[in-house]
């Protein structure tokens, strides 16, 4: 690939008493790109998050960020290393004022419980960037969810992060939202920070995301540029449950009945892999 | 061999009663998610009525036995469950622990209000008759509570997986809220669960009392032992709680033949079950951090530093007052009161602010006062040694227990005070058994403050400070953090906080706090004891600060009066005081801030009714509405943002739905 990888998951295995959430998972997001982790609900996104920020220990398997094997490193020395996410099941400080998440981020970033003062303009910064200002005064548990999801990430920018992990920031975000918040996306990538996304908005995967990588039943099932993962006969048949160039044997054991109805389809906007796709960015 | 063995059955009496108890504080917890702290104390009051039916009113034994296990117990098992408990488990820890706290102070003093003090002899089951194996004997009493602790195993097994109920039981400790779906009635599983759970506590406390005695305390403090047989199988898991008690029982019988008699060590027999809880809590497997919690808690609003100094200077106007016209024995009441709430205080800041539950603060205290009698130094430096040395404990008792939270926490600190009460606190290096240690009063400057009134007001000027310092503290970087972390601790992780350090010192802060007002009690009174700090009266303690209003200061003052009244007072004002407290402990279900949260509300609607009016009335005096807003202090707080909001809630926060937090 050319480049150095930021970020590397290596043939990582969560297990849950008898399931199997993840299954020798390998992939890698890199520093000024943004990396997409799609797949069906249950496939193991989250997981793979919580083992890349620490949340959940793996059963096995390996991660390395920025150059060090991380597998015994607590969650908060990951996050002192560069490393910041935000949640799918929001985790905004709901007591607090979106001003105040964001403040608590920086105080935490500057160590020393703060005696290094964040100036207002830092803090109302982020907030502006993200576009959130209008919500600074606010309790952060009575904000709308796609704004309390731009809220943890301006916490997460407070922190100066090298690599952000993102899951499902879009949900909530209204059309010309989510195209503000590509752009954003794109910028941060432009900064040279690593940006690994689990996103259900095709749309917004296809037209940022630079690699993609597919998940299927905890195993990685496609990696690549966005127009090769969105042709790829597994994928779809991985989304959709069927694909006219995989036969329904081939897949036994990686993603063959994934047991997806039609009506999970409409869950995830992921009938746009086979229907007409945005153009790809260059 | 065959006598050892045979002794080792016998032994296992003590396990088995502790087993029965165990089992029904297990099997309410795991149905309910509701820890049921006056478990003993149901045990106690009724193996009182199981007295009153056989002796007293003279009913046969069986026909006392049978009305009690299987009329009054189930009776109360569900009058708690359908009046009190329900819908406790999803409430946060200190809710739902605070409501079983008061149900224990309640029994207590049911009991004590029924059953006058006397003398009063549990008579063992089929009392006389023994049997003999090898060269051991066993008493008939022994033997029935083996076989029902065998029958009680048995019966709840069969339970749990051969009848519809027990199957649902079991399904409503996952999920209550699918069990509806699919047709199940979790009320009616949480009824029978609380309904066996007290009939069990009823036959443990039945069995016990005639090896204990009709003790109200005594009683109800066994059920230490059960806790630590539940906490071996996580609360949840019958067997092992029935393995516990068995090994419990055979520990403490044994304990006492191998271990010293002499010294610190004699008294180990005694604190041998909260050692063993302690250990397997410390024991217990780390707890992942849980994301996706609903989050969010409405606190009552937070004043400005100006006007908490007014009502800071308020109050000690009126101290000054009381001071110069009170009694020396109402003084001494005063002053209590002001050691009551300082370490209300110390609450304050770690169950109300950090969201952490410690049942270990008047053990703190007691270091502090200890220390402060020990130093001989009754000045200044003194009393900030004791502090320091309370809050070194505090940080010791904290780093074990870093991993635990919720409800393992305030177990392992209930463990922790009641080792230190029974081991260092009446040993001879200490207080001694009950011995007291001559104290000096306070010296500030070099001037001794020798009148009573001076004393209690100083006092009271320690407790003004120590509450802007915590109003300061918590307007500030650490208060924020504090709020954050009760919030999620998930995201304060993967923001970069390394948590085990900041609760380390969250918990020596609070406990030198405790420590500070234990210092300035033992000088008050001039001499103290270990009973002054007895382990069980952090459960009152707890329960009043919770009460009351454990998010403010407001609420720390009136749980100080609160806890003097229940130690000191008359009857007559003790009933009026279990009524506001019964009242409170259920109004928390709706709003966890107490009854000081509704007095500020009753304070806001007031200024909104009659404000307008009376200041229409008065002649304006230059800068009396602005001043507060003008201070530096108020402006500093304006420049750092964010916290106005805090000042001045939106009226829909008062509504707003307190989320639970978790465990």
Redesign the interface.
């Given at each position: 690939m050319g480049r150095d990888a930021l970020l590397e998951v290596d043939d990582v295995v969560v297990r849950f008493g008898g399931v199997t959430a993840v299954n020798h998972a390998s992939f890698v997001a890199e520093a000024g790109r943004v990396t997409g982790l799609i797949g069906p609900n249950g496939a193991g996104k989250t997981t793979c998050f919580?083992v890349i920020?620490?949340?959940?220990?793996p059963t096995s398997g390996k991660v390395r960020f920025d150059g060090r094997g991380l597998t015994h490193t607590?969650?908060?020395?990951?996050?002192?290393r560069g490393?910041?996410?935000t949640?799918?099941?929001?985790?905004?400080?709901?007591?607090?004022?979106v001003?105040?998440?964001v403040?608590?981020?920086h105080?935490?970033?500057q160590g020393l419980?703060?005696l290094v003062k964040p100036s207002?303009s830092d803090?109302d910064g982020l907030l502006e960037r993200v576009g959130i200002s209008a919500y600074?005064?606010?309790?952060?548990?009575?904000i709308p969810t796609g704004t309390a999801r731009l809220l943890?990430l301006a916490?997460?920018l407070?922190?100066d992060p090298k690599l952000l992990l993102l899951d499902e920031p879009s949900s909530g975000l209204d059309e010309s939202e989510t195209d503000a918040f590509g752009e954003l996306l794109r910028d941060l990538a432009a900064e040279g920070r690593g940006v690994l996304m689990v996103e259900h908005d095709m749309d917004l995967v296809m037209t940022v995301c630079d690699v993609i990588h597919v998940l299927d039943f905890g195993s990685v099932i496609a990696s690549g540029q966005p127009a090769d993962v969105r042709n790829d006969p597994l994928v779809q048949k991985a989304y959709l449950g069927y694909s006219d160039d995989v036969p329904d044997g081939e897949l036994a054991g990686v993603s063959a009945g994934t047991g997806l109805s039609e009506q999970t389809l409409t869950d995830i906007p992921a009938v746009e892999v086979t229907a007409q796709l945005p153009a790809v960015r260059p | 061999m065959s006598s050892f063995i045979a002794y080792t059955v016998f032994r296992l009496f003590s396990g088995a009663a502790f087993a029965i108890a165990a089992s029904g504080l297990v099997l309410t917890y795991s149905t309910t998610r509701v820890f049921n702290v006056a478990h003993g104390a149901f045990g106690m009051v009724l193996a009182f009525v199981f007295w009153d039916f056989s002796v007293r009113q003279g009913l046969p034994t069986w026909l006392a036995l049978v009305l009690v296990l299987f009329v009054v117990a189930p009776a109360i098992g569900w009058f708690i469950q359908r009046f009190v408990a329900r819908g406790l488990g999803e409430a946060p820890v200190s809710v739902s622990l605070v409501v079983t706290v008061a149900l224990l102070v309640g029994c207590i003093g049911f009991a004590t209000y029924v059953y006058k003090p006397e003398v009063r002899t549990a008579v063992p089951f089929l009392a006389g008759t023994q049997f003999t194996i090898g060269d051991a004997t066993i008493t008939a009493h022994q033997l029935i509570t083996i076989l029902a602790s065998a029958v009680v195993a048995a019966g709840l097994w069969a339970l749990l997986t051969r009848t519809r109920i027990g199957t649902a039981m079991r399904a409503s400790v996952d999920n209550p809220e699918l069990l509806k779906l699919f047709g199940g009635k979790p009320d009616r599983v949480a009824s029978l669960a609380w309904m066996i759970g007290i009939s069990l506590a009823a036959l443990g406390g039945i069995l016990l009392a005639p090896v204990v005695g009709l003790d109200y305390y005594q009683l109800t403090l066994l059920v230490i032992n059960a806790y630590a047989a539940a906490a071996l199988g996580r609360l949840t898991s019958l067997p092992l709680t029935f393995v516990g008690a068995m090994g419990l029982g055979l520990i403490t019988s044994f304990a006492p033949q191998y271990l010293p008699s002499e010294g610190m060590l004699g008294q180990i027999d005694n604190i041998l079950p909260a050692l063993f809880l302690f250990a397997v809590l410390i024991a217990l497997p780390q707890a992942?951090?849980r994301?996706?919690q609903?989050?969010?808690?409405?606190?009552v609003p937070l004043p400005s530093i100006t006007k908490a100094g007014a009502w800071g200077a308020g109050l000690l106007v009126l101290v000054a007052l009381m001071a110069r016209s009170f009694t020396e024995p109402n003084l001494l009441l005063l002053g209590t009161v002001a050691t009551f709430a300082m370490v209300m205080l110390s609450l304050v800041l770690l169950t109300g602010y950090g969201g952490h539950v410690s049942l270990a603060q008047f053990t703190f205290a007691g270091v502090g006062a200890l220390a402060y009698c020990k130093l001989g130094e009754p000045n200044l430096y003194g009393l900030m040694v004791s502090a320091l040395i309370a809050a070194g404990v505090g940080a010791l008792v904290a780093l074990p227990v870093l991993r635990l939270t919720g409800l393992y926490l305030a177990l392992a600190t209930l463990a922790f005070a009641s080792i230190m009460d029974k081991m260092i606190f009446q040993s001879d290096f200490a207080f001694g058994y009950n011995g007291t240690l001559p104290a000096g009063r306070l010296s500030i400057l070099g001037n001794s403050i020798s009148s009573t009134g001076g004393y209690v007001f100083v006092m009271a000027v320690f407790f003004v400070v120590m509450s802007i310092a915590l109003l300061v503290l918590r307007r500030?970087?650490?208060g924020?953090?504090l709020?954050?972390m009760?919030?999620?601790p998930?995201?304060?992780?993967?923001?970069?906080?390394?948590?085990r350090w900041f609760r380390v010192g969250l918990f020596a802060l609070s406990a030198g706090m405790a420590g500070l007002a234990g210092g300035l009690y033992a000088g008050l009174r001039e001499t103290t004891g270990a009973a002054d700090y007895e382990f069980f009266k952090s459960l009152p303690l707890l329960l009043l600060a919770v009460v009351f209003g454990v998010t403010s200061i407001t609420g720390a003052a009136m749980g100080g009066v609160g806890l003097m009244l229940l130690f000191n007072s008359t009857t007559s004002t003790q009933s009026i005081l279990f009524i506001v407290i019964a009242v409170g402990a259920v109004l928390l279900g709706r709003n966890p801030n107490g009854v000081a949260s509704h007095l500020f509300r009753l304070g806001r609607w007031g200024e909104r009714q009659l404000g307008p009016r009376i200041r229409s009335r008065l002649p304006v005096l230059p800068g009396q509405s602005s001043a507060e807003d003008a201070s530096p202090a108020a402006l500093a707080v304006v420049?750092?943002?964010?916290?106005?909001?805090?000042e001045e809630?939106a009226p829909?926060?008062e509504t707003?739905e307190v989320?639970a937090h978790g465990t």
């Open positions: 919580n920020s620490g949340l959940q220990r607590p969650v908060h020395r990951r996050a002192k490393m910041g996410r949640f799918q099941r929001l985790e905004a400080f709901g007591s607090l004022t001003r105040e998440n403040r608590v981020a105080d935490i970033h419980l703060g207002k803090v600074a005064q606010e309790r952060a548990d009575s943890e916490r997460c407070a922190g | 992942q951090l994301v996706g609903v989050k969010g808690i409405v606190s500030g970087v650490l924020r953090l709020i954050a009760r919030d999620s998930a995201a304060c992780g993967t923001l970069g906080l390394d948590m420049d750092e943002g964010g916290e106005q909001a805090a809630p829909r926060a707003r989320a």
